[in-house]
């Protein structure tokens, strides 16, 4: 008790800010925990009520819930050394994963970052597809072995497939490590380990502000007690089997990292007789046909480094547990999502399967996306430029990044007091109209990247519909580079930009590094790994499209219930069953497969 309270008491003071919000308000909880358990209407129907800033209560003091453009720059460009990620945040991150990007703060994250930036080039992404196509490929023909011959339909649960899809991804892109779970249906310890991870986090949300009471009120020593003492089965209550279960598979996912972390540094300790300019041009020749993986070429930049450049060992390997991580989970949920889309909108999916069908026809002769056999699909020969300019497909990619961006939300603590202007007018507690905000020192603030994502005043009044082609201009061609412009702020475009962008009103835009959004976030803590995944996405999109019809399900139980899908929102969205055909509570994405038919082209 005494450690909570020197974390929390100190920072728990009530500021009030002048500010506008719900009134409904537990007396000792607040109302933010709202955010997380109202599922994602009550977070964009909040921010649609009282605008891009709204005023929450929480057990600590008052929250500020923010996705007004403007204040955003500043939050995570122009102000960024004011806002910084909270201890919550850095902390458990640090517990599960070691010293990587997403663990790390001032310096120590500008180092990890200089070093990493270069590994997601555009020239490395056209190196990296030859790796995701085969798993593409195989996924594909995985479900087609599933169906019947007849053409008709199957109901297939399409969730784990897709998580093994981007289990095989991640780990061999990153890892160069070949998991093949997609082949054998069978994970090792350290697979495992990942695929359950992120469940996990959900269910133990609430656990996560005890952290960073423990890790900076006590030793290494104590913690490693505390840890013994709440993991032993003398404390049989659920939630604590989850703690035990989280506790198995951070040992596991370390002992399975710092295995293949030791076996990539030998081999590239092993050629000793390089010079580093030598070691240096391995590091930039990276020739078709050699496949390299995002660690070799991590490990070996790093070695060409400067002394004060370097990085740690502690941090490579922390480095090496984030990436593979992040791509697992994150690129999960958006397949899922948009697999689910497609199925649900079959005119969406038959313009989709015809536009890959056509980039693809000057390869081949065959007519049929089912025609092709195992080892002709000129699929695997797609390079990567075709692929990432497919108008529809990155219609489709971007429209499902934008309505259902993988991390909803993200914090930030404040360092230091400073006022946030505002490009949107919202309304004061007394219910004036106010055009800026004054935060202060140590209080929170809650980047509502889904509430941006679905502002209605910068992507017009459909803006909570799934419209692909919102991102294709009247030519039916997509906006193309001019809709990933550089990084500014809520500031105004070149007036040459004649067409009009999505995202975009009376040239003010939102700060994000991905199409004027905020899925990725923007500034130095954007994510670094948004082309792998953008990429990896449409490669596997567009092999399952091509070659398979996607619809909902129909078919009654015995009770005459039929299964509908929905997403739960907490710390990650979750693709559900609603009661009473499922229980509502275990992950899947049960859709009817078949294989395509000529009509399922048409649209």
Not at 196 to 213: A, Q
Not at 330 to 352: D, E, F, G, H, I
Not at 370 to 396: K, Q, W
Request: aromatic content about 8%; overall charge neutral.
């Amino acid at each position: 008790m005494l450690a909570l309270w020197k974390t929390f008491g100190r920072s728990s003071r009530k500021y009030n800010i002048d500010l506008d919000g719900p009134k409904e308000v537990h007396w000792l909880t607040g109302n933010v925990r709202k955010v997380f358990e109202g599922g994602l209407d009550y977070c964009v129907k909040m921010a649609e009520q009282y605008g891009g800033a709204v005023k929450l209560q929480s057990l600590y003091g008052e929250v500020v819930y923010l996705s007004d453009p403007l204040a955003l720059h500043h939050v995570i460009m122009k102000d960024h050394h004011i806002f910084e990620e909270p201890d919550v945040f850095i902390m458990n991150n640090k517990a599960m994963f070691g010293d990587g990007l997403i663990a790390t703060i001032g310096e120590q994250h500008r180092k990890q970052r200089k070093l990493l930036n270069p590994v997601f080039s555009t020239s490395n992404m056209r190196e990296f597809l030859p790796t995701l196509q085969p798993i593409a490929h195989k996924l594909t023909s995985i479900v087609v072995s599933k169906l019947p011959d007849d053409g008709s339909y199957k109901e297939i649960d399409v969730l784990p497939l897709l998580s093994r899809s981007a289990l095989d991804g991640v780990c061999q892109a990153i890892l160069g490590y070949p998991s093949n779970t997609l082949e054998t249906a069978d994970n090792d310890e350290y697979t495992e380990a990942l695929r359950k991870m992120s469940p996990l986090i959900s269910r133990l949300m609430y656990f996560r502000p005890i952290v960073p009471v423990v890790m900076r009120n006590f030793s290494s020593y104590w913690i490693r007690k505390l840890v013994d003492l709440v993991t032993t089965p003398w404390i049989p209550t659920e939630r604590m089997k989850d703690v035990r279960e989280m506790r198995r598979i951070i040992e596991l996912m370390d002992s399975g990292s710092k295995k293949a972390f030791a076996e990539k540094k030998a081999a590239l300790e092993t050629p000793a007789t390089l010079s580093p300019t030598d070691m240096q041009s391995e590091v930039d020749d990276l020739k078709p046909g050699r496949r390299k993986d995002m660690m070799d070429i991590m490990l070996k930049a790093n070695s060409t480094s400067s002394s004060s450049e370097k990085l740690t060992d502690a941090e490579l390997l922390g480095q090496m547990n984030v990436m593979v991580f992040a791509g697992l989970d994150t690129t999960t949920s958006a397949l899922s999502r948009c697999v689910y889309l497609l199925a649900k909108n079959p005119l969406a999916q038959a313009r989709l399967r015809s536009e890959i069908r056509d980039a693809i026809e000057p390869m081949s002769l065959a007519q049929d996306g089912s025609s092709f056999s195992e080892h002709d699909n000129p699929l695997l020969r797609l390079s990567y430029d075709a692929l990432i300019n497919l108008p529809f497909l990155d219609g489709v990619v971007r429209e499902t990044l934008r309505l259902y961006p993988s991390l909803p939300h993200m914090g930030r603590k404040v360092l230091k007091a400073t006022t946030l202007p505002l490009q949107f007018p919202v309304h004061s507690s007394s219910g004036a109209e106010i055009s800026s905000i004054t935060v202060h020192e140590k209080s929170f603030v809650i980047i509502s990247i889904l509430a941006a994502n679905r502002n209605r005043t910068m992507w017009g009044d459909d803006a909570n519909e799934w419209k692909p082609e919102r991102w294709l201009s009247s030519t039916g061609r997509k906006d193309g580079p001019s809709t990933d412009v550089p990084s500014d702020g809520a500031e105004t475009l070149s007036s040459k930009l004649s067409a009009p962008i999505p995202g975009v009103k009376d040239g003010i835009r939102y700060p994000g590094v991905y199409s004027n959004m905020m899925t990725f976030l923007g500034g130095s803590r954007s994510c670094i790994g948004f082309k792998f995944a953008e990429m990896e996405m449409k490669q596997i999109i567009a092999a399952l499209v091509l070659r398979l019809h996607f619809a909902l399900p129909t078919d009654s139980d015995a009770n005459g219930h039929i299964k509908e899908i929905q997403w739960t929102l907490k710390a990650f969205h979750t693709p559900v069953v609603k009661p009473p055909a499922g229980d509502g509570v275990s992950p899947t994405v049960p859709l009817n497969v078949r294989l395509v038919h000529e009509e399922d082209f048409k649209w």
